[in-house]
């Protein structure tokens, strides 16, 4: 197996395989097709005998190629429930990118143990999103409590290709296991998850791995609505403060190339957790472009941040998960005294990855294009 870290890393990880039938995937796919030399990428998605995601496919087998591969893209299909079927299907991948379940623990370990096993060296979890990292998000966020665990976990995994020693039983096993697994469980509800977690690999940590994942902040274009901006009806909710407070935001086109960069410099970022957001805003710049963008006047009202969060915590309460959601992320933009835009400011990896910034503007602009002409933003892969 060729080292994932030597010289000109990029150009050895020529097999990719993204997972999930996302809104992040085919930005990233788009991304990747743009690469030279070419790459041979992969859309794994879950058969049809599963629920969502959806998949086009007819086919009842739990790993198929689909007749209608195209622009380079292999569609095939698994059981992601599997091990099996995975590990199947990742085999002699250089990288496996997922998109999906960055907020389930048990699915994203499942894919990265199904990934160790097949020998795939490299790995980037689903995150594209708010700081996991920060504990506030968390405590807001639960779904970024388990995708910091996850990163805990790919920690754990880290591996430069050394050879273990054999152990008493003659395997060369170590920690319990080849599999890492989360050692924190503070007798939670985790032990099951652990227990799946904690399986037999066929490489073990003498095969190279590494991770890298990425913050990009939240995605402004096609959530204007679920952060406040109404450009049906040109008006705008602001929280907490003078709506200069500022937050990390992303277009999807943005997360496609900061991937394929991710690829290409990988030897330079690996097992690293990275800030790359498209550029830091404020609500006062977004309704300003809105304005500009409509060519109308925006009303804008302002409400404390703690109502938003009651409200949303009532939302879940009652059985409504996705507007819930919608608006605890909302909050975290606007309190400040999460710092939830602290890292992306201090940290940030564009320069590391040879990138510039976006601009507030042109997101907006193509948002309210794509609203005017379909009725929602569009993914920007065209």
């Given at each position: 197996?060729v080292?994932?870290?030597?010289a000109?890393?990029?150009l050895?990880?020529?097999?990719?395989?993204?997972?999930?039938?996302?809104?992040?995937?085919?930005?990233?796919?788009?991304?990747?097709?743009?690469?030279?030399?070419?790459?041979?990428?992969?859309?794994?998605?879950?058969?049809?005998?599963?629920?969502?995601?959806?998949?086009?496919?007819?086919?009842s087998?739990?790993?198929?190629?689909?007749?209608?591969?195209h622009?380079?893209?292999?569609?095939?299909t698994?059981?992601?429930?599997?091990?099996?079927?995975l590990?199947?299907?990742?085999a002699g991948?250089?990288?496996?990118?997922?998109?999906?379940?960055?907020?389930?623990?048990?699915?994203?370990?499942?894919?990265?143990?199904?990934?160790?096993?097949?020998?795939?060296?490299?790995?980037?979890?689903?995150?594209?999103g708010?700081?996991?990292?920060?504990?506030g998000?968390?405590?807001?966020?639960?779904?970024?409590?388990?995708?910091?665990?996850?990163?805990?976990?790919l920690r754990?995994?880290?591996?430069?290709?050394s050879?273990?020693a054999?152990?008493?039983?003659?395997?060369?096993?170590?920690?319990?296991?080849?599999c890492?697994?989360?050692?924190h469980?503070?007798?939670?509800?985790?032990?099951?998850?652990?227990q799946?977690?904690?399986?037999?690999?066929s490489g073990?940590?003498?095969?190279?791995?590494?991770?890298?994942?990425?913050?990009?902040?939240?995605?402004?274009?096609?959530?204007?609505?679920?952060?406040?901006?109404?450009?049906?009806?040109?008006s705008?909710?602001?929280?907490?403060?003078?709506?200069?407070?500022?937050?990390?935001?992303?277009?999807?086109?943005?997360?496609?190339?900061?991937?394929?960069?991710?690829?290409e410099?990988?030897?330079?970022?690996?097992?690293?957790?990275?800030?790359?957001?498209?550029?830091?805003?404020?609500?006062?710049?977004?309704?300003?472009?809105?304005?500009?963008?409509?060519?109308?006047?925006?009303s804008?009202?302002k409400?404390?941040?703690?109502?938003?969060?009651?409200?949303?915590?009532?939302?879940l309460?009652?059985?409504?998960?996705?507007?819930?959601?919608?608006?605890?992320e909302?909050?975290?933009?606007?309190?400040?005294?999460?710092?939830?835009?602290?890292?992306?400011?201090?940290?940030?990896?564009?320069?590391?990855?040879?990138?510039?910034?976006?601009?507030?503007?042109?997101?907006?602009?193509?948002?309210?294009?794509?609203?005017q002409?379909?009725?929602?933003a569009?993914?920007?892969?065209?």
């Amino acid at each position: 197996m060729v080292h994932p870290d030597g010289a000109h890393s990029g150009l050895a990880i020529r097999n990719i395989t993204v997972v999930g039938d996302t809104i992040f995937a085919q930005p990233i796919l788009h991304a990747l097709r743009e690469l030279d030399p070419s790459r041979q990428l992969t859309l794994l998605t879950s058969s049809p005998t599963q629920s969502p995601p959806s998949s086009t496919s007819t086919s009842s087998s739990s790993h198929q190629q689909h007749d209608h591969d195209h622009d380079h893209v292999r569609h095939l299909t698994a059981d992601l429930s599997s091990p099996a079927s995975l590990r199947a299907a990742l085999a002699g991948q250089d990288l496996v990118i997922s998109t999906e379940a960055g907020g389930n623990y048990a699915a994203q370990t499942r894919l990265v143990n199904a990934a160790v096993q097949a020998r795939v060296p490299r790995f980037v979890p689903a995150e594209f999103g708010a700081d996991s990292l920060n504990e506030g998000v968390q405590a807001r966020l639960p779904p970024h409590a388990e995708r910091a665990r996850l990163i805990k976990f790919l920690r754990a995994m880290e591996s430069e290709g050394s050879e273990p020693a054999p152990t008493s039983n003659g395997s060369s096993c170590t920690n319990g296991g080849c599999c890492a697994h989360d050692d924190h469980g503070h007798g939670h509800s985790h032990a099951a998850e652990e227990q799946e977690m904690e399986v037999q690999t066929s490489g073990g940590f003498h095969d190279p791995f590494s991770w890298v994942a990425v913050a990009a902040g939240t995605l402004l274009g096609e959530k204007l609505e679920d952060l406040g901006f109404d450009v049906k009806w040109q008006s705008a909710t602001v929280y907490h403060g003078s709506g200069g407070e500022a937050f990390a935001v992303s277009s999807l086109a943005w997360i496609g190339r900061l991937v394929a960069r991710v690829v290409e410099r990988w030897d330079s970022v690996k097992n690293s957790y990275l800030y790359a957001a498209g550029c830091v805003t404020t609500a006062d710049e977004v309704v300003e472009c809105l304005q500009k963008a409509t060519g109308k006047e925006w009303s804008v009202g302002k409400v404390a941040v703690e109502e938003c969060v009651k409200e949303g915590e009532k939302c879940l309460q009652r059985g409504f998960p996705d507007a819930g959601i919608a608006l605890m992320e909302r909050s975290v933009l606007y309190d400040t005294s999460l710092g939830a835009v602290d890292s992306f400011k201090t940290k940030s990896a564009n320069d590391v990855l040879g990138l510039g910034q976006e601009k507030v503007e042109d997101i907006v602009s193509s948002a309210v294009h794509d609203f005017q002409h379909h009725g929602k933003a569009d993914c920007g892969c065209s």
